[in-house]
């Protein structure tokens, strides 16, 4: 008996159904590590049809997507020349919680800790002691530089305290998608066209051994990967997965999407405003403005919806709103049998933490961490189901805390929010900061504390007590310590460059270096 036979073969040809970002993002890495392997080299082939549409107005992400890149490769200049991408340090929020409230949500901390305990602490000490006690967002860098549309990326370097944020991107997502493709298919990925209108399967085993396209042609496979949407063409339609629906806890249900001409201003930051019915986006690019309005059509109606959305974006539209629709939720099982769904396929949580690529590229390493044999080892699945059964269900709790944790009392969406039940595990993350100032993370893959103080202090939950151990750092030191970190914040954003500026340079650095060459 060979290796081989021990160990239930290797993979020799993986399809992937579907393209789009998730696709993509899919074969990029696949391509990259298999298909042109020395020893055992494995196809990967991705189909895809001209006929179906692609959602693809995910444009913003989180910095996880730096960690993507870099381990394809990519050249960060290339990647946002041809993606016309722009730099993200955060999300500014606005009429969330109430009407007229504004706050940011930014990648980064608020300084480092004192004695071993969190900024967020000694500063809710601080906001005991004195008298208008600056807002928390003063000692976070990344704040203050999207406030002044300043933009430059952090010292890998050297790091600092004044180091301390990340960032993200806004790109446009077909873009992306074709980006990846060419970079996929020049390391040996293949790339058919059809519409697939059949999908076989094992008679006996249940396996997934082929989808049949319109014209005729078959496209076998050892392990699928369902990329095709909303849909679930392989997971749903073929295996009945079954879906888990999350509409009790997130009602929006509908979304329409516009670009319009750019402004100005290249801001550093996403923008979500709360609207009556929902919530509305603001993504600059290089080339224009994305916009849309995440809504629910059983608190407003269609038109009354692409109403607002074009009475919210500061540029001519492009072209008509395109009209979205989805059940937030996930499948009960992302990978059943020899199919790992990713992407929409997998499930939707809506985009208003920019997490829709970020589960995506979490998909897509976890698989190739636990990639497995043809006969598709069915602890693999199990393991895979429960990692990624976490992420979804962390993602739907951080952004239900958005909803849940509102004043407003100004239409029947909100209304429905404010009294709505939650998750446990919400609920307990949210009673905890609330009463001792302490952050429950219960995923360490999701977001981190800062961001959790960001959206909770945000939204008006001001902790009743902090760390007792706060006390045993002197006031006067600590005084000092944020009195000296803000004055270093305010010096690094006086000599920070303007955004807009800054991505000029690099996309004139990228023109003259393929003059050069």
């Not at 999350?246 to 249900?253: A, I, V």
């Not at 916009?291 to 629910?296: A, D, L, Q, R």
């Not at 803000?486 to 303007?498: C, H, L, N, Y």
């Not at 650095?509 to 050069?516: E, F």
Request: net charge neutral; glycine share 8%; hydrophobic share 40%.
């Amino acid at each position: 008996m060979n290796s081989n036979d021990m160990q239930g073969g290797a993979i020799r040809r993986i399809v992937i159904v579907g393209g789009g970002t998730a696709g993509w993002m899919t074969a990029a890495p696949l391509a990259q590590r298999l298909a042109r392997h020395p020893t055992i080299p494995c196809e990967v082939i991705l189909v895809e049809s001209p006929e179906i549409g692609t959602i693809g107005v995910g444009e913003a992400t989180l910095p996880t997507i730096r960690v993507y890149n870099k381990a394809l490769g990519l050249d960060g200049a290339d990647f946002v020349a041809k993606t016309q991408a722009s730099f993200k340090l955060g999300i500014e929020f606005k009429d969330w919680g109430h009407v007229g409230n504004r706050f940011f949500h930014q990648f980064g901390d608020f300084g480092p800790a004192l004695a071993g305990i969190s900024a967020h602490h000694h500063w809710l000490r601080l906001a005991q002691a004195f008298d208008k006690m600056p807002d928390i967002e003063n000692w976070s860098l990344a704040s203050v530089m999207a406030r002044h549309n300043k933009f430059v990326p952090p010292s890998e370097e050297t790091p600092g305290i004044t180091d301390a944020y990340s960032y993200g991107f806004h790109f446009d997502a077909s873009l992306y998608a074709s980006y990846l493709r060419d970079y996929a298919l020049a390391r040996g990925a293949q790339r058919i066209e059809g519409m697939i209108v059949e999908v076989e399967q094992h008679p006996e085993s249940g396996f997934v051994t082929a989808v049949k396209l319109r014209d005729g042609r078959r496209v076998e496979g050892d392990l699928f990967v369902d990329c095709s949407g909303f849909r679930g063409l392989l997971i749903e339609g073929a295996l009945k997965a079954g879906y888990e629906d999350w509409s009790d806890y997130l009602p929006c249900n509908s979304a329409l999407a516009v670009p319009c001409a750019s402004v100005p201003a290249l801001t550093p930051y996403t923008r979500s405003t709360a609207q009556e019915a929902g919530w509305t986006w603001r993504i600059p690019l290089q080339h224009r403005t994305g916009n849309g309005y995440v809504y629910s059509n059983n608190f407003t109606t269609d038109e009354q919806a692409r109403r607002v959305l074009l009475d919210a974006i500061d540029g001519a539209a492009l072209d008509e709103p395109r009209q979205i629709r989805f059940l937030t939720g996930r499948r009960r099982k992302s990978w059943v049998k020899n199919v790992v769904a990713i992407g929409l396929s997998a499930g939707f949580v809506e985009p208003l933490e920019s997490t829709s690529i970020n589960l995506i590229e979490t998909a897509v390493g976890k698989l190739l961490e636990l990639f497995p044999e043809r006969d598709c080892s069915v602890t693999l699945a199990d393991e895979f189901n429960r990692y990624m059964g976490i992420r979804y269900e962390s993602v739907r709790d951080f952004i239900v805390l958005h909803y849940k944790l509102t004043q407003r009392n100004d239409s029947e969406l909100w209304r429905y929010c404010a009294n709505m039940a939650i998750p446990d595990t919400l609920r307990h993350q949210i009673e905890l900061f609330r009463e001792t100032g302490r952050v429950a993370i219960l995923d360490r893959a999701g977001f981190a504390e800062p961001s959790f103080v960001a959206m909770l202090m945000g939204l008006g939950v001001v902790p009743k007590r902090y760390d007792p151990l706060a006390e045993r750092v002197d006031l006067r030191v600590v005084h000092g310590h944020f009195a000296d970190l803000r004055d270093k914040i305010a010096q690094v954003v006086a000599r920070t460059p303007d955004h807009g500026s800054y991505v000029a340079r690099q996309a004139a650095a990228k023109v003259s270096a393929r003059a050069a060459a």
